[in-house]
């Protein structure tokens, strides 16, 4: 999950942030905050549904709010996770429904 360091991402187009890869270390550290309970590893986010993604101590995905830290969706396992996603990204093209961002 190499990419870019948060530093600089300054000046880059909103498109110029989405398209580009995180590292995991800077996921953290732009998401972790005294309410993230320190059992939880932070691994994605997502910019369409401003929340994060966590797996817990018992191995569970997570979504999270980015402002209020609740909990909004929970997987089972990893794949569960990404078999959703797949499922939505599907139905997102069948239904013509597609992101800009500005």
């Keep these: 999950m190499g990419g870019k360091e948060l530093e600089s991402y300054k000046g880059l187009t909103i498109e110029e942030q989405v398209r580009s890869t995180v590292d995991v270390e800077d996921i953290q550290e732009i998401h972790l ?3 993230t309970p320190k059992e939880h590893f932070i691994f ?3 910019l369409v549904k401003n929340t994060y993604y966590v797996m817990d101590k018992d191995e569970k995905v997570l979504e999270v709010d980015c402002k209020t830290k609740k909990v909004t969706e929970s997987y089972d396992t990893l794949k569960d996770f990404i078999v959703q996603i797949i499922q939505e ?3 997102n093209i069948a239904n ?3 992101f800009e961002f500005r």
Aim: glycine share 8%; proline share 0%.
């Design 33 to 35: 905050r005294k309410r």
């Design 44 to 46: 994605a986010d997502s």
């Design 89 to 91: 990204g599907k139905d």
């Design 96 to 98: 013509e429904i597609y």
